[in-house]
């Protein structure tokens, strides 16, 4: 239940990275030696990670705010439920493969903002020497005698993919190139920890990675990158709402597209290191045309949030998304609200200029579900939002957050 129109104010701490600790988790399978990362939020796909490390034989335990993984993997099969839920399990695979010469798992899960095959994961285990076989949902991957480096080149710059080559390259003999590697933040925070660890990545944050395989990596503690999502949620928040918001523990530049739209919109924005401040006191206009791009373009999980703020804005924008082709699922619960959309394909027109209102709206995929509640702060009355169990995916502790801002919701 969110009762909208209070405006936001105070500073609100960025958690660690979900997209982040999904890959750190399934990393951790190739360390020797414990894994401690710190400061992780807890969110079902987190859980969900933890669940698939237990599966497999190791121990996966909660620690305060940290999560500790020990143990070796003793199992090949990935527990089905979990695969099929999460799309992150597909990150599994290439550490089970590279530790035991085999893994069972089933086509991954995830939210339903589009088609999400896994055929570039696969090709680059193929290449490394992996056989793959699929029966319906389910995937057999085997390398009895191990993995071997290989110069990969991506088809397209996928996060996921180039995750798992980093991952398969630190197991596999020899060195492997990923080219047209994805440049998104989280890969860089893949390969610092895989370094932390002994490994041996190279050129993460370029679309030229090379990774030197076969070390023995040992454990470390490790504290994940801060979430850029969630702090642009924050900053759609305060859009959305109006008021003053400060937002700490995240670089100003990991989000940038989504503070210079909102700044483009009407917002005031200050930049610090580590911190921004996000304020807005009179109405929004739209910005026109807004596409989403690769890091470091406006990410496509933004984009929805972008558009919630932008939804009774004065003027047009119009946001295209060239990642997924069903990004806009929440659009309905914004027309519920009154807002005047538009989705053609891709394609999400803001015609603006309407009041929104309390409405009874459904969550439909993760970040649709969190537009969904950055456009109810800004409505009018009440809008009860369905669907909770998308949004506890990715964010932990957002409704805590957003009452201590000053928001009305539980
Ligand atoms: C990750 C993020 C997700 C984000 C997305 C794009 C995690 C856990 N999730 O998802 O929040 O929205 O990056 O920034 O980190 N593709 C293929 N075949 C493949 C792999 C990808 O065709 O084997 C296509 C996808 O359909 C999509 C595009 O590549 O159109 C990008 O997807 P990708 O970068 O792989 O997204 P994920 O890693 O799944």
Redesign the pocket.
């Known amino acids: 239940m969110v009762r909208g129109g209070r405006p936001l104010y105070g500073t609100a701490q960025v958690p660690a990275a979900?997209?982040s600790v999904?890959?750190l988790l399934a990393a951790s399978l190739l360390c020797g030696g414990p894994v401690r990362l710190r400061g992780v939020p807890r969110l079902s796909?987190v859980e969900g990670c933890m669940a698939l490390l237990r599966g497999v034989g190791c121990a996966a335990a909660w620690d305060g705010g940290d999560v500790v993984v020990s143990g070796r993997a003793a199992c090949c099969r990935l527990p089905a439920g979990e695969t099929a839920r999460l799309?992150?399990s597909v990150l599994f695979a290439a550490p089970l493969l590279g530790r035991l010469g085999r893994a069972e798992t089933a086509l991954p899960g995830?939210c339903n903002?589009?088609?999400?095959?896994?055929?570039?994961?696969?090709?680059a285990l193929e290449q490394m020497g992996a056989r793959v076989c699929q029966v319906g949902q389910r995937l057999v991957l085997s390398a009895p005698s191990g993995l071997h480096g290989a110069c990969l080149s991506l088809?397209?710059?996928?996060?996921?993919?180039t995750?798992t080559a980093l991952l398969a390259g630190c197991a596999a003999r020899g060195r492997t190139v990923v080219e047209n590697a994805?440049l998104?933040p989280?890969i860089l925070d893949l390969a610092q920890f895989l370094n932390r660890c002994g490994g041996c990545v190279e050129g993460a944050g370029t679309s030229r990675i090379v990774i030197e395989g076969g070390r023995r990596l040992h454990g470390t503690a490790y504290r994940p990158m801060p979430d850029r999502?969630f702090a642009s949620t924050l900053a759609c928040a305060v859009a959305s709402a109006r008021g003053r918001v400060t937002i700490a523990g995240c670089s100003p530049g990991l989000y940038a597209p989504v503070l210079d739209v909102l700044e483009q919109a009407g917002c005031w924005v200050l930049r610090g290191a580590g911190w921004a401040s996000v304020g807005r006191a009179g109405p929004l206009r739209g910005v026109g045309l807004l596409e989403t791009g690769?890091?470091p373009g406006l990410?496509?999980?933004a984009a929805p949030l972008v558009a919630a703020a932008l939804l009774s804005a004065r003027g047009q924008t119009v946001l295209v998304d060239h990642?997924?082709e069903a990004r806009f699922g929440c659009a309905g619960g914004f027309k519920a609200m009154g807002a005047a959309v538009s989705v053609r394909g891709r394609t999400l027109h803001i015609h603006g200029g309407r009041p929104l209102h309390g409405a009874d709206v459904t969550a439909g995929d993760l970040r649709g579900g969190a537009a969904l509640v950055v456009a109810a702060l800004g409505a009018r009355g009440s809008s009860r939002i369905a669907g909770r169990e998308y949004i506890a995916r990715g964010y932990g502790g957002l409704e805590e957050m957003l009452r201590s801002l000053g928001a009305r919701i539980g």
Do not use: M, Q
């Open positions: 979900k997209n999904l890959p796909d799309r992150a995830g903002i589009g088609a999400r095959p896994v055929d570039w994961h696969l090709g088809p397209g710059p996928s996060v996921g993919a995750e994805a998104e989280e999502i690769v890091y990410a496509t999980d990642v997924f």
